[in-house]
């Protein structure tokens, strides 16, 4: 059964000895040693496990690793560059948007890829595209924030200047 | 038995208790000492975050703990010799931020960056006991005493550099974290004060700490102090934890709750590659090199199970009611004359249903044994607990078990106990290797534990001036939390019965306040409509307690109350109090006329909890209480027969999204001059009925059941 993937992940050439049938997300959990990507419901209705592929959000928890082959894969280890924080990782910080932190990376990634199509989304735009993605302690609204502050559009005034 | 007002009261707290400690607590005062090298250590005794929970519930609810106030190190602050400052304590962080926020009170006292200041928590092999995280208890408790503590280490840290000059204590002083001397022509760091000490001290009685006006670093919002591992994914939580050698394990989970197995035929999994089967009494599971073949050979597994008849949704409320314990309340007055003293009586029923805390991070443990000794990772707000609970599985001593608890994707009050763990452990043991264990979704749906569902009974009396004579509420099932009144009623027969849940119940954010303030809030304004008063005007009719005054005129100001109406929209508001603090909130609501589907529109929550020690994390707390407290309030609830979940995943129970989101305003009351009450759970309870009497504003429809579109 098991099967040779190709993979490209954070701009990594990557070969995976795996079943094809794989959930891309235990790929990266337990064969690559990605854990910022999370499993929180295996059904892609809660967005834990969201990744980029060719820069589209993708729910990696029921994507099967065979068809992200020769794909680019992001991922929330992708998005530093040298040390230097993404836009959106310095935005989430700035906004306070994270309590216990375990729907961040998907919402990150979520909003990443948002972005990638529409930088300057607007708020009803941007609750549309994230409403797929689920947070329990309620950030809702300072993940809104810190997704307006990276995108340049933010009125409000950040938590921490 | 007692007088009844303690029955009450310990039924209040049954679920956050349900497993006492054993007191075999594993770091007393001389493993403590055995266990320090060198430096300065200022030790918090266990007993003085105990006087503060008597004495705080001797004022509030009776004195549960005095039986068990142990001799033992509660906390303490570490100054190494390097001059690191750690700080050791139980406590766990699950999203309310408590890492950051004790951090500051430690660095406020100590004049110390905050970033010099690090949190050694829940890992029971490096921390003294801890009951456990939840009724908002770290910031009332641990916080002063962690500031007292450090406090106490910076007037030592003074007098040994004032030693080392040969000078007065008092022309000493701390500048940047550094030592000076009157004219600041001498300076000394922290470190080179620790060098070469070992000096274990207890906090004296006398010290004084600064006053909250003058904080500079607690109470300011600062970021996260290790945010930016989460926002990188380099935060690991149990679930990323990873050990050389670890298997996989799954559990073949029963056909039904209350099962038992019968038979099964495990060949077809034993013949898989590196698969371990493990039966033990009802217990079934399996470990694999890697979770796909897990997965695989746990369907692979044949079990036939005996299930007992059991009832669903729909014979709840009834059910609940006939398989009541009734308890004695401690009445005040007389109901008879206070019903005699009424213009008006007012009797209705309300209900709660299940619903599930759904904490992103589902249930995980990573165990190792390594010999004899088992070592657990797990999210648990109860590290000790589960301490106890695994050493009582595999009867082995406590000092036996160590369970270390990373920094978890929350719990909401449902994760205090540790099936996960003893799971793990069980198939650890079999297999000889470390096993890592996560619940699925839906077997966090399915085997967690539940907020109780309950049936809330309220009879009243009222005068055609709006004051309440006669008060009586009895609930069934779901408890005891936030039942009393802050009203002024002059007549009260309040009572808590018990009954025999069909689910597993236990601890939810908020725990019962949020169901006896729906019944009493949605009570209160259904007595303002029969005496035909506005529901803020009747509110004020009943109550003198000046702190709930304050919270419902702030609420009912910054709403606008009683202002401009807009077509189409319905305004409501409750207000209430538990566990220190004061909640109004108020909500204007939007009906979906094809749907029904109702949308709060704009919510504001005024809350008073003492002293604000960190504006930005408390706004947070309560706003994320409210957002909470949507999903209790208008659609969660768990769909149940014969023993199993019906709705038990995230695509048929629906939780709030940001298209669920109201405007929120969020009105901070500081009261400087009282002590910090916890603010992690009191906000929910306002919202589900300033929603309920919103719709019944815009509709006429008076809706007594949560949740209210269910």
Known sequence: MANVTNLNVNGKKLRVNVDSQTPLLYVLRDHLNMTGTKYGCGESKCGACTVLVDGQVMRSCVTPVSRVGGKQVTTIEGLEKDGKLHPLQEAFLKADALQCGFCTSGMIMAAAGLMNKNPKPSRDEIVKHMDANVCRCGAYARIVNAIEIAAGTAKEVAAHE | MNDGKDDLELEQERYELFADPTYNFGFDRRQFLKAFTGGIAMIVPMSNLIARTLQQDQGESGGRFNQRVPQEVGAWIHIEESGTVSVFTGKVEIGQNIRTSLAQAVAEELHVPLTTVRLVMADTDLVPFDMGTFGSLTTPMMAPQLRRAAAAARETLISLAAEQWKVDTNSVRIVDARFVNHDASKSLTIAEVAKGQKLVKTIPADIKTTPVSEWTIAGKSVPKVDGRDFVTGKHQYTSDVKRDGMLYGRVVRPSALNASLESSDTKAAEAMQGVVVVRDGDFMGVTAPDLQTAIRAEKAIAVHWKAPGQPGNEELFDYLKQNATRRPGRPVGSIVDGMAAADKKLSQTYTVAYIAHAPPEPRAAVAEWTDGKLTVWTGTQRPFGVKSELAEAFHIPEEKVRVIVPDTGSGYGGKHTGECAVEAARLARASGKPVKLVWTREEEFHWAYFRPAGVIEVNSGVKNDGAVTAWEFQNYNSGGSGIQVKYDFPNQDIRAHGSKSPLRQGSYRGLAATANHFAREVHMDELAQLVGMDPVAFRLKNIKDPRLKAVLESAANTFGWGKKKTEGRGYGIACGFEKGSY????????????????????????????????????????????????????????????????????????????????????????????????????????????????????????????????
């Open chain 2, 583 to 710: 909640i109004a909130t108020a909500a204007e609501i939007s009906v979906e006329p094809k749907t029904g589907a109702v949308k709060p529109e704009r919510v504001v929550a005024s809350f008073e909890c003492g002293a604000i020690v960190n504006r930005l994390h408390l706004h947070n707390q309560v706003e994320g209480a409210v957002v909470q407290a949507i999903g209790g309030a208008l659609f969660e609830k768990i769909e149940f027969k014969n023993g199993q979940i019906l709705n038990g995943r995230f695509a048929r129970y629906r939780v709030p999204r940001f298209s669920d989101m109201p405007v929120i305003e969020i009105v901070l009351l500081d009261r400087k001059d009282l002590p910090s009450a916890g603010a992690g759970e009191t906000p929910i309870v306002g919202l589900a009925p300033a929603v309920g009497n919103a719709i019944f504003d815009l509709t006429g429809k008076r809706i007594r059941s949560m949740p209210l579109t269910g």
